[in-house]
């Protein structure tokens, strides 16, 4: 694809991408391959429920970038290195700084990293998780999520941000991408909501077994869905936003009234999946989760589309999201103190 571009074959270029795009077989970033180890599948730990009320505070549950070795630093250069060359809208120097390891892999041990932002204000108004790429064939939900981080930083925030933009960078990185993750498990449905081992069987089956919708042999069976489920009892989000596509809606579960769109995106709830973010934060432990699903997988939304998305998220945390962390935050204080 690329000496083709090279020796100007553009239009051939973009024909025969149109053509398997309709055939969902050609990604339009299609320009990264690596060779891959062997896959083995380790052990299911079992999994644990995060401490009701932890308050760790945001620099004690996580270490000092400074501290990154050089392995590290190594590591990471070579994932910005590999992302960049796989999306156009995400330049090497999008993610040269500021991306830490969180110390877990993919199943072909890709690392999955994360962008820290803590807040600017003294007193934050809550942590928000920010996870893109959880199928690797939604591209526009990785872009979208580094267009997001610039504004976020330019612009400072009043809330503790931890951001995954590749939650599945073997599904992302794989040729043509892939929804599924390198076991071929749809990692939005592998999470361990209760009763999964027999809603999982039956929601599996009703999609006449769907290989794209494979919810794993055992709940928590992929190393990326234990990393979102440590990564949510260490951090104890008190939002997570999550990016897909390309239904062009905006899903929602929890507690706290929903944004009643972003942007361009609507309300327009989806249902309740086994194993899926949505039931797992919202359903099992209590924690909101917005789902934005975009128009596109692999083309970007228009930029005063990201950015009203990007405003009516911002509002909306302070409307329904502050609130709802403080009234907890009071109930934990009067609980506290035997009132
Ligand atoms: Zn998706």
């Known amino acids: 694809m690329s000496s083709l571009r090279r020796n100007g074959g553009h239009r051939a270029a973009a024909l025969l991408c149109a053509i398997l795009l309709a055939l969902s077989a050609c990604s339009r970033d299609a320009a990264f391959e690596r060779q891959a180890p062997d896959v083995s599948v380790p052990e299911t730990p079992p ?46 120097a999008d993610c040269a700084s500021g991306f830490e390891l969180t110390g877990h892999e993919s199943v072909h041990g890709r690392p999955i990293t994360v962008r820290p932002v803590p807040a600017s204000e003294q007193t934050p108004r809550g942590r928000v998780l920010l996870i893109g790429g959880t199928h690797g064939d939604e591209l526009t939900s990785v872009s979208l999520v ?80 234990r990393w979102l489920v440590d990564e949510i009892e260490h951090y104890r989000p008190d939002v997570i936003v999550t990016l897909h596509a390309p239904y062009g809606v905006l899903d929602y579960d929890g507690e706290p009234a929903p944004p009643p769109r972003l942007g361009p995106l609507e309300l327009n709830r989806l249902g309740v999946f086994p194993g899926s973010l949505g039931n797992y934060g919202a359903r099992y432990l209590d924690i909101p989760v917005v789902t934005v699903e975009l128009t596109h997988a692999t083309r970007m939304p228009a930029a005063d589309q990201a950015r009203a998305m990007w405003r009516d998220l911002t509002r909306w945390l302070d409307s329904s999201i502050a609130p709802h962390v403080r009234q907890a935050q009071r109930r934990r204080d009067e609980r506290a103190s035997g009132g």
């Open 47 to 92: 999994v644990t429920l995060p401490h009701e009320g932890s308050e760790l505070a945001f620099a004690e549950a996580y270490p000092d970038p400074e501290s990154v070795t050089a392995d590290a630093a190594a590591a990471l250069d070579d994932w910005c290195t590999a992302l960049a060359d796989r999306l156009h809208s995400v330049s090497k």
């Open 146 to 225: 580094f267009q997001w981080l610039s504004w976020l930083e330019a612009a400072g925030s009043a809330y503790h941000w931890r951001i995954i933009p590749a939650m599945n960078p073997d599904g992302l990185f794989a040729r043509p991408a892939r929804r599924v993750n390198a076991n071929g498990v749809d990692l939005n449905r592998n999470l361990p909501t209760p009763g999964w081992e027999t809603a999982s069987r039956d929601y599996w089956r009703d999609t006449g077994r769907s290989e794209r919708r494979f919810p794993g042999d055992a709940a928590a069976s992929e190393p990326e869905t």
